[in-house]
């Protein structure tokens, strides 16, 4: 079996339970879960004017290279948003069916770990 270099920034990684790990170009859509790395240079490229969420599953980000806000949105009326400062070499977990945001700080490398189904967006 040859071993080549994958490009992180040009594909996403599917992590089978089975314990195979495979390219997922395009994202996956079967059981497993998905691992993507981006370089973000711009709030459009995390999405910043809207808020996401994942219902099946928890999301790992990490902060690699640079520095962003994380948020929570409040899950009650009279709370504040939740906000988690990242740096490179730290993560989050963001709990199952939680809203969350990205505003960058500075242009940052993130990597994600999620569920590869069941996500959706909602503008803010």
């Not at 004017?49 to 928890?58: G, M, V």
Request: glycine share 6%; net charge negative.
């Amino acid at each position: 079996m040859t071993v080549t270099p994958i490009d992180l920034f040009a594909s996403s990684l599917h992590l089978h339970h089975d314990g195979q790990v495979k390219i997922a170009t395009p994202p996956p859509t079967q059981d497993g879960w998905r691992m993507t790395v981006q370089h973000a240079k711009t709030g459009a490229d995390v999405h910043s004017d809207h808020w996401e969420i994942h219902p099946e599953a928890e999301e790992l980000i990490t902060c690699l290279i640079g520095k962003f806000r994380l948020y929570l949105r409040p899950e009650h009326p009279d709370q504040e948003e939740e906000e988690i400062r990242l740096i490179a070499g730290t993560a989050a977990v963001v709990p199952r069916g939680r809203w969350h945001r990205i505003e960058l700080d500075i242009p940052s490398n993130i990597l994600a770990v999620t569920l590869p189904r069941g996500s959706r967006l909602e503008k803010r």
